[in-house]
């Protein structure tokens, strides 16, 4: 079996940089993703330096052509293990396995649901976890996001193109998106931003018709009629494999890096929204940071500088 | 050449059918789901997987269903339904989540997914409902 230089896992923002720095370094490598990150989850992109205005899909495809054009491929399979192996590793995924001296870890993360037991039940039927997904399906509907944050603010911009009434509905008592988002939400005559509450209950027959909402200042409860609800809660860390193979992490799951984004396991590095670095600020500009990183330090243990 | 080519194909799609051979990964519409996918549910299995070009997780589920209906070998039909091309269809299921992926069998949905799944998974759902 041939052993490669690295194996990248991810093929979203951060493990695409590392693996195009890769090719600068000449390292012989494979990236295995199963798709393109959180990145594609996002409607618009307008900090990503270069690109004024774009969407996360066509950033990603942008990436994808970058790698290609240098040489790199990816291969969209399944990873199901990774394991340290005498120096080396073994990444096993549903296709093959395959053997590495270092590996890149940059596998995002999962969005973090609402928590409530009617959830599972209504996704797919008024629950979305996808705006830049489902947006279509509520054309001059009545739609909520759930959340406060970028991811929030961007899904209810995206939504209110389409729907007739947005609402924003989050525990705290403003909104953490960027300011500039922020202008944009209040701008929008369509959204309408509920403060200090929080979702209690999902009613509805065959999908969802509306949502008991707690203001958690008064404890008072309402119903809000609607036709769907976006969770734009952010992410659990999917460290789930790099924790199995002996990688340490906060409390949060995040994996614990050093400045060349090593984890504790030597040859074993990790990058992007994954890892603790960066200040927890999940951006693609931080994770593709991250990603040039982890792959000037890979290449530092390949040519024996590390 | 065209021309030739038709006939080709022609030919060769009947000799499938005189042969019994079922196409395995096929793509459906408003106008023919009724007979690629209601009526062929009562023979053999149906997966219709609903999608849009604008979805990416449905990029990255395609290619799985599509690997999974090889694999099968003809124990199922994988339906792709393009639900911007096709509104009734789409919103006769209540599509409001893609990727939403339906198993036919019988005539009726005999099992659901939506969004996302890895493929071991997928695998899996299939195993189970075509047992």
Redesign the interface.
Known sequence: MKTYDTVILGAGPAGMSAAVYGTRYNLSMLVIGRDFGTITETDEISNYLGFPSASGTELAKKFTAHLKDLGGTVRYEEILDIKPDGGNFTVTTNRDKYTSRTVIYCLGGVKRKLGLPEEERFAGKGVSYCSTCDAAFFRNKTVAVAGGRNSAAMSALLLSRLAKKVYIIYRGDRLKAFPSSVRSVEKTGNITVILDSVIREIKGKDSVESLVLENLKTGERRDLRLDGIFVEFGHIPNSGLAKKAGAETLDDGRIITDSGMSTNIRGLFAAGDVTSGSNGFEQVITAASEGAIAAQSAYKIISGGG | MDELEDIRKRKLEEMKRKLGHRETNIEVNDGNFGEKVIEQSKEVPVVVDFW?E?????R?LG?ALEHLADKYGGKFVLAKLNV?QNPLTSSKY???????VKMFKNGGIAD?F???L???SVDEWIKRNIR
Not at chain 2, 94 to 100: E, F, L, R, T, V
């Open positions: 849009a604008w979805c990416v997780p449905c990255m290619p911007d209540g599509i409001m989540s893609i990727p939403s659901e939506v969004g996302m890895p493929e071991p």
